[in-house]
């Protein structure tokens, strides 16, 4: 292999899980970032399955900054706290811990609690002796004081927190295992914090549920770089002697709300493990892709259907606008400015201009508004009539 300094700094060049290098295993997708670099943790990636052990994951990954440093600074789930009324996914969590007969006074700890949506679940139904460890200051104040609930601020493998001076009953991590870049060292400082017949919920994106989605590639995000199946789950915990004994879907009510997640329970000697059917995570990802590709051509036709030479505003800096740079839907020359909600974005460089906020609008001239997001689409619609804005909208999903 060729030694250039772009090689070299290039993280990742082999599988997470066994270590085969990715020059063995197939590319089955690239992600570009580069346009929006400034507020993505990483610039570029391929998404590679393993040959060897079957992972799927984000290899040759050009960051941007330190991983940690992104979370701490550009969080996203550092905003508004208080808006939160309780959503789905964490619920199911404490349905999950509930339904596993722990005791209400069980010593538990959310590993990446970000502001705290499941220990506030789990505060609701009754659970008394609950921790967090996070790495947003602004999130541990607000657990601390808001919430009473007990936070460490530090990122996992983070010594200095004071978090492994304590054992626990169950160990959490909702949201986690898809963005941590040394799996096995950053899962066994989770399994160290484990008591005696303790256990670890990891609950993230399942693979396996993928090609119910179309949603515009939005599963390989700037932030997940890990795609796991319950066999990838299974192979990272064994080598840590952790034993699956249950495993259910997310499966929310809600449509396209993390309804491609899954939680899976592990114990360490309790001398079960569960049995699971065949997984092909391999061929989801391949058919999720191959959708994509296909919902990517009709977004094409649908932009080139409306009058755009004298440039339009672009509503929403994250993925969906990346991916639509990366595929040259969207071009730099006719975007007259940028904005996004997320107050963490606001003055960083995305597509050519500063990220504004949307209340910038009103003193602006009146070019047509792009929606760059599929799921977010509905609210924001919601507060273009709210602002009383009448500029055209461009829409490219409905
Ligand atoms: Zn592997």
Redesign the pocket.
């Known amino acids: 292999m060729l030694f250039t300094e772009d090689n070299a700094n290039k993280k990742r060049k082999c599988?997470?899980?066994?270590?085969?290098q990715n020059i063995y295993?197939r590319k089955l997708f690239e992600r570009d970032f580069s346009e929006a670099g400034d507020m993505s943790p990483f610039r570029r990636y391929q998404v590679y399955c393993?040959?060897?052990?079957?992972?799927l994951y984000a290899g040759d990954l050009e960051e941007t900054m330190p991983l940690n440093d992104y979370y701490r600074k550009m969080s996203k789930y550092d905003d508004n706290p208080e808006s939160w009324d309780g959503d789905d996914y964490s619920l199911r969590v404490q349905e999950f811990i509930a339904d596993s007969g722990l005791q209400k006074t069980s010593k538990i700890i959310d590993v990446g609690c970000g502001a705290g949506y499941v220990l506030r679940q789990l505060k609701k139904a009754g659970y008394t002796n609950l921790y967090g460890l996070e790495l947003s200051e602004a999130n541990c104040r607000y657990l601390q004081n808001s919430q009473g609930i007990c936070t460490f601020n530090g990122g996992i493998g983070d010594w200095s927190s004071g978090v492994a001076k304590h054992s626990f009953d169950v160990v959490v991590l909702k949201g986690v295992l898809e963005h941590l870049m040394s799996l096995y060292d950053d899962v066994l400082f989770c399994a160290e914090l484990l008591a005696e017949g303790g256990r670890l919920l990891l609950a993230c994106p399942d693979v396996t549920n993928f090609p119910r989605f179309r949603d515009c590639y939005q599963q390989l995000s700037s932030e997940h770089i890990n795609y796991f199946d319950t066999n990838s789950i299974v192979y990272l915990c064994a080598a840590l002697d952790l034993e699956l004994i249950e495993f259910r879907e997310v499966g929310l009510f809600r449509p396209a709300t993390y309804s491609e997640c899954s939680m899976w329970m592990f114990g360490k000697g309790t001398g079960k493990t569960l049995k699971y059917g065949n997984v092909a995570g391999e061929d989801s990802m391949v058919l999720y892709l191959s959708q994509c590709g296909n919902q990517l051509k009709q977004i094409r036709e649908r932009y080139s259907s409306y009058y755009l030479a004298d440039g339009f505003y672009l509503w929403g800096a994250g993925t969906l606008a990346a991916t639509l740079f990366q595929f040259g839907i969207l071009n730099k020359n006719l975007i007259r400015a940028v904005f996004d909600s997320n107050t963490n974005y606001h003055g960083h460089l995305a597509y050519g201009h500063p990220v504004q906020s949307p209340q910038d609008l009103q003193k602006m001239k009146r070019f047509p508004i792009l929606i760059a997001s599929q799921t977010a689409f509905a609210p924001i619609m919601g507060q273009i009539t709210a602002m009383g804005l009448n500029n055209p909208i461009i829409d490219l999903f409905s």
């Open positions: 599988c997470p899980l066994c270590g085969s295993n393993c040959s060897k052990c079957g992972m």
